[in-house]
């Protein structure tokens, strides 16, 4: 997010189409729709509102619709850092998380020391999906 807008970028080689879809704006696939780059990247600028308020507001459920050869898709972006499952519901959706200054979390405490010696951990990034 910039002063002017967002920029919206999603590397998806194979897709024929692409588009940003979510509540912002009433999941129309029409409405905003990407641009390919030679690379396969994916992008979108979403200006600011008249009023200066982002494109899309903080807490929107946000996904990319993807015309694949496999069909059609709606997935959450790669870059996403908050996701929801609505109760009754299977999928999860994305949420676009830009708070306003106010509400942004401010450390209350310093930064620990960085550990001298290597530290290994693991992690099963599978097993807590579906």
Request: glycine fraction near 8%; aromatic fraction near 10%.
């Given at each position: ?10 590397w ?23 641009t390919?780059d ?11 509102n ?28 790669a ?13 999860f ?19 620990p ?18």
């Open positions: 997010r910039s002063a002017e807008g967002i920029t919206y970028r999603e998806a080689p194979g897709a024929h189409s692409a588009a940003l879809v979510g509540d912002f704006n009433n999941w129309n696939p029409n409405a905003d729709t990407m390919r030679d690379y396969g990247v994916w992008e979108i600028f979403l200006p600011n008249a009023d200066g308020s982002p494109a899309i507001p903080h807490g929107s459920r946000v996904k990319i619709r993807m015309d694949t050869p496999s069909g059609v898709k709606d997935s959450i972006s870059w996403i850092k908050f996701s929801v499952q609505a109760p009754g519901e299977i999928p959706n994305g949420i676009y998380y830009d708070p306003p200054e106010e509400e942004k979390y401010v450390f209350q405490h310093p930064q020391k960085r550990p001298e010696s290597l530290r290994i951990y693991e992690s099963h990034i599978g097993m807590s999906s579906p």
